[in-house]
C-alpha cells in the first residue's frame, strides 16, 4: 500500500497512505492542511492511474517540486521527494503500513484544550519529575494528566526493562482501572516507535487496509512517541481512544512528544540516581559487598573493579582459589547492575552429576527421560532478567558447553523434551579456580565459550596475600559467629592473634570462616586464646620465629589468663550494680559458672 511520510518544520514526521484525489494544501477543505505561507490554498493533489501514482500541481504560486525539480504533473516512482513550501513528502511502496497518520483540519478536530493549560501541566509534571522518588507515581501522574489534556480514553506507557523481554506496562484509563495488559498497542506502531523512534498518529478510517489492530480492538484513533533520553530508549507512550474518529492532530503529537522528553529525562535521572545509590549501598557497611572486608591493595583494586563494571551487564569471568568468595563477588556485581532488581540464581557445576547438568542448566518437559514426573524451569529460565553465577565453570563437560555458547549467542534455551526454544535475557557471571587456558590447550574447554564468558575477568586475591586483612576478617568472622551463638562480643589475646596472621590459609576465607565458629564454641570467656584455636593453627604458630613464650604449658598459659579474667568478672558485676544474672549474661557465661569464678578470686561477694 503506497504511502507518504510527511515531514513539516518543527513539527513530528508522520506517514498517510495514499487515497485516489487526496489533496493538500493551506485551506481546511483540503485532506491534508499545511500551515505554511508558502503553500497554496489548494497546492497539489494525488491521482492513482495504472501505470502508478501521479502528483498534480494545481496552479501553486511558489509550485511543486519532485527532487528538487519544478513539475506540473509526475508519476511517481519510490522514494521519490516532493516538496510543497517548507513541507517535504516522500513516496513510499515498501510493505503495507498499519499505521494511517493523518492530518485533521481544524474545523473538524478543533483543541481541546488552550496552550495555557497544557503549559501548566508540563509545568506541573516538571516539578513532579525530579521531586518524586516512586516512578509509578511520577508515571501514573503523568498518564491522569494526558487524559485530561487530549481529552482520550487510555494511555499507557510501555519501559524497556534491563534483561527482560517485551515492556513493563503503566497504564491509566477513563474509568480509573488500569487494565495495563488489556490494551493491545499495534506491533508496527511498535516498531515506529521503537525502532525507527518516530512519533505516529493512525486512525481507523474503516476503509480496506486499515489497520488490523484497531480494526480488531474497536480503537478509532491513536497516537504514541518514544521515550528516549539521548540515544538511549526507555520505553514509549502511546494514548488511544473508542469513541470519536480524528481525534488527535499534529500538535496533539507535539504536545505528547514534549511530555515524553521530559518524562525520559525523569526516568533516566532516576535510573542514574538508583543505580548510584545500590552502588553506595551495596560497598557501604551493611551492604551486600559488606563481606569484602580489607584494605589490602589486592582487596582495593577488586573493589575499584567491581564499581567499574557494576554498571555493565556484560558477562564476567571471576578467577581465584577455592574459598576465596568469588560467589560473593558475584553478589555484588548483580547488586549493582542493572538488573539488581532480577533474580540471582548460583549453580556449582562441579557438584552435580554430568547426566544431570543439562536438565539443571535449561530445564526438562514432563516425560522427558525416565523419572521426568513433572516439567521443571532450569538455572537460565529461572535468572531470566537478572543473573546466573555459574560456579566451577572449568567443570562443566563439552556438551553442555556448547549449549550455554548457544544461550548465549542466541538469547534462547531448548529445554530437554520441548518442541520449541525458549528466549531469555541472562547476564552469566562464571568463576573457576582452574587455568581456563590450560583446558582449552587439554581439549577440555572450548575455546569459543571463554571468550564469550570473558568479557570481563576480576581475580580474587588469596587470603594469604592480603596482609592485614587477616585480622580486619577475623574478628568480623568471630563476632557474627558468637552473635550467632547468642554470646557477647569476643576478643583475641596478642597469642591468638599472631597465630592467625602465621598461617597460610590454604582454605582462604572458607577455612578462616570455619575456625571462627570453632573458636567462638570453644571460648567461655569473652577472650579467644591461642589453645582455642584448631591444632594446625596452633602448629603453625609454635613452628614461627619468637613463639617461645606461647611455647608455656597449658597450666601456665591458664594461670597468665586469671588476672584478666578476675578484672572482667569486676567489671561486670560492677556494671550490673551487684545483679549476678545480668554480670553473667553480660560475660556470656551461665549463672553458676560466675559464681564459681567469685568463689575462686576470693571477691566476697554475696549472692542475695
Not at 157 to 178: D, I, K, S
Not at 576 to 587: C, K, P
Request: glycine share 8%; with cysteine; aromatic share 6%.
Amino acid at each position: 500500500m503506497p504511502y507518504l511520510v510527511v515531514r513539516e518544520p518543527g513539527q513530528v514526521s508522520y506517514t498517510l497512505p495514499l487515497r485516489e484525489g487526496l489533496r493538500l494544501g493551506r485551506s481546511e477543505q483540503n485532506d491534508v492542511v499545511l500551515d505554511d505561507h508558502q503553500v497554496s490554498r489548494f497546492h497539489a493533489r494525488f491521482t492513482r492511474l495504472e501505470q502508478g501514482w501521479l502528483v498534480e500541481d494545481l496552479g501553486s504560486t511558489h509550485g511543486t517540486l519532485v527532487n528538487t525539480v519544478r513539475i506540473t504533473t509526475h508519476l511517481l516512482n519510490a522514494g521519490d521527494r516532493i516538496q510543497a513550501g517548507n513541507t517535504l513528502l516522500a513516496f513510499r511502496e515498501d510493505g503495507e503500513p498499519e499505521l494511517v497518520h493523518q492530518q485533521a483540519t481544524a474545523a473538524f478536530a478543533p483543541l481541546r484544550h488552550d496552550s495555557d493549560r497544557r503549559l501548566e501541566l508540563v509545568y506541573e509534571l516538571s516539578r513532579a519529575a525530579f521531586g518524586l522518588a516512586d516512578r509509578d507515581e511520577l508515571l501514573g501522574r503523568m498518564l491522569q494528566s494526558i487524559l485530561d489534556a487530549l481529552g482520550c480514553e487510555r494511555a499507557l506507557v510501555g519501559l524497556a526493562e534491563p534483561g527482560a523481554r517485551g515492556f513493563r506496562r503503566v497504564a491509566r484509563t477513563r474509568a480509573g482501572v488500569p487494565g495495563a495488559d488489556d490494551i493491545a498497542v499495534s506491533r508496527t506502531l511498535l516498531e515506529a516507535v521503537t525502532v525507527r523512534r518516530e512519533g505516529v498518529i493512525f486512525h481507523n478510517t474503516g476503509e480496506r487496509g486499515a489497520p488490523k489492530t484497531l480494526v480488531r480492538e474497536g480503537i478509532l484513533t491513536a497516537m504514541a512517541v518514544p521515550l528516549q533520553a539521548g540515544s538511549l530508549l526507555l520505553g514509549f507512550l502511546y494514548v488511544d481512544a473508542r469513541q470519536r474518529p480524528a481525534l488527535f492532530t499534529p500538535q496533539d503529537l507535539d504536545f505528547l512528544l514534549a511530555l515524553g522528553h521530559l518524562a525520559a529525562a525523569a526516568l533516566e535521572s532516576a535510573q542514574r540516581y538508583r543505580q548510584m545509590e545500590a552502588l553506595a549501598e551495596a560497598l557501604g557497611p551493611g551492604g551486600p559487598a559488606s563481606e569484602l572486608i580489607g584494605a589490602s591493595e589486592p582487596m582495593q583494586r577488586l573493589k575499584i573493579q567491581i564499581q567499574k563494571y557494576g554498571a555493565s551487564t556484560a558477562h564476567v569471568l571471576i578467577q581465584g582459589e577455592s574459598g576465596t568468595g568469588k560467589e560473593l563477588v558475584a553478589r555484588t556485581l548483580h547488586s549493582v547492575s542493572p538488573r539488581a532488581a532480577g533474580p540471582f540464581v548460583a549453580l556449582n557445576c562441579a557438584a552435580i552429576p554430568e547426566s544431570m547438568v543439562e536438565s539443571e542448566l535449561f530445564g526438562h518437559e514432563k516425560g522427558a527421560y525416565t523419572g521426568a514426573a513433572a516439567k521443571k524451569r532450569g538455572k537460565f529460565a529461572l535468572a531470566d532478567g537478572g543473573t546466573l553465577f555459574l560456579d566451577e565453570i572449568g567443570d562443566l563437560h563439552l556438551a553442555a558447553q556448547a549449549k550455554v555458547l548457544r544461550a548465549l549467542q542466541e538469547g534462547e534455551i531448548h529445554p530437554l523434551g520441548a518442541e520449541k526454544p525458549v528466549h531469555v535475557s541472562v547476564r552469566v557471571v562464571s568463576a573457576t579456580h582452574k587455568d581456563l587456558s590450560e583446558e582449552i590447550a587439554h581439549k577440555r574447554f572450548r575455546e569459543d565459550l571463554y571468550y564469550r564468558l570473558n568479557v570481563v575477568e576480576l581475580s580474587v586475591p588469596p587470603l594469604r596475600e592480603r596482609g592485614d586483612d587477616i585480622e580486619l576478617l577475623a574478628r568480623a568472622l568471630l563476632r557474627a559467629a558468637a552473635s550467632g551463638m547468642g554470646k557477647r562480643e569476643l576478643e583475641f589475646t596478642p597469642a591468638a592473634l599472631a597465630a592467625l596472621k602465621a598461617h597460610s590459609w590454604p582454605g582462604n576465607v572458607r577455612e578462616l570462616r570455619n575456625e571462627m565458629e570453632r573458636a567462638a564454641i570453644e571460648a567461655e570467656l569473652p577472650i579467644v586464646d591461642l589453645y582455642h584455636l584448631s591444632a594446625r593453627i596452633q602448629k603453625g604458630r609454635q613452628g614461627a620465629p619468637g613463639a617461645a613464650r606461647e611455647g608455656m604449658s597449658l597450666v601456665e598459659r591458664y594461670a597468665a589468663l586469671e588476672p584478666m579474667e578476675r578484672q572482667l568478672v569486676e567489671e561486670a558485676l560492677k556494671a550490673a550494680s551487684g545483679n549476678l544474672s545480668e554480670a553473667a549474661r553480660q560475660l556470656g557465661i551461665t549463672r553458676v559458672m560466675i559464681k564459681r569464678r567469685i568463689d575462686r578470686f576470693g571477691l566476697g561477694f554475696r549472692d542475695e
